[in-house]
């Protein structure tokens, strides 16, 4: 029984460095929640749903509430969920009005013959099964809103948190899954579609090998197939996890890109490997202790 999350792979941020608390309060609090749910015997899936809708609902991380804004400063956001004992997922892209993208990619899943549903019709979804949603306000935070006017005006110094948010578990009964949430990248076109959402790049589970979350440059996660050449890899190989992934980003580094992979196995595994200059992230060690860190070092 394992759970990790993470809150996105990427270059470091002023935002961030200021908020390094806040943000290491909110990633031990989600994390030790989500635990409690494992030990309550909820399935993997239903915990790495719930772990990333409090990963949404916080405005720190861009997912949910605190989504990134496109360049006509509206909001689109892509979620993907998978349970490795079925192998059934749900993803759902260029959403703009659920409060919880993640919900609604699970109700894709557990309800809809689909796997992938876009625009105004998985807004319809989302509404037509009773789904919570809200007004534009609600999903931009005033820093977004900050990023996003200096990148309007060409004085942003990189200073905005691309990036994702992400869950992987495996439960009391061995089964995996994962989960992976986006507010997409400040300024974006209207329509690009990230990883997030794509089965296989920044989303994979399967009982026989691993459940994986992906963050990064979205463009490197599709065309490498990240997350299913990580539980590909391990099926190949004698090489633990924690192996697996650092081969893997070291291979998609050469790409000269961002990468952050989590992911945890069947027999309880654990492998956090990322490239770039920060990934927060907090996982539950052997000894049951909660673990946080942002950047190389753990902090709690």
Not at 16 to 32: G, P
Request: proline residues 2%.
């Amino acid at each position: 029984m394992k759970i990790v999350i993470h809150g996105g792979a990427g270059e470091d941020s002023l935002f961030l460095q200021r908020h390094q608390k806040e943000y290491s309060n909110a990633l031990h609090e989600i994390i030790c929640k989500a635990q409690e749910l494992l030990l309550k015997g909820r399935s993997a899936v239903e915990v790495v749903r719930e772990a990333v809708v409090m990963l949404e609902d916080n405005p720190l991380f861009n997912a949910g509430r605190g989504s990134a804004l496109t360049a006509d400063g509206n909001i689109e956001m892509d979620a993907a969920i998978m349970d490795g004992s079925t192998k059934s997922a749900g993803g759902v892209t260029l959403i703009t009005n659920a409060r919880n993208p993640i919900r609604v990619a699970d109700t894709v899943r557990r309800r809809s013959p689909h796997m992938l549903l876009g625009g105004l019709g998985a807004d319809r979804f989302a509404t037509e099964n009773g789904l919570v949603t809200a007004d534009l306000d609600y999903f931009i935070t005033p820093h977004q809103r900050d990023f996003w006017e200096q990148q309007k005006q060409e004085t942003a110094v990189n200073d905005h948190l691309k990036g994702t948010v992400g869950a992987v578990a495996v439960d009391l009964r061995g089964n995996v899954a994962a989960a992976t949430s986006t507010g997409g990248i400040t300024g974006k076109r209207a329509g690009r579609i990230g990883d997030s959402c794509i089965v296989g790049a920044g989303v994979y589970a399967d009982n026989d090998t691993c459940a994986v979350s992906g963050t990064g440059d979205g463009e490197i996660l599709m065309g490498e197939l990240t997350a299913f050449q990580v539980a590909n890899q391990l099926n190949r190989s004698a090489a633990d996890l924690q192996a697996v992934c650092e081969l893997i980003v070291m291979n998609a580094s050469q790409q000269r890109g961002d990468v952050g992979i989590i992911a945890v196995s069947s027999d309880g595994q654990i492998g956090l490997a990322f490239n770039s200059e920060r990934m927060p992230r907090a996982w539950i060690d052997d000894n049951g202790k909660a673990c946080v860190a942002i950047y190389r070092q753990v902090l709690k």
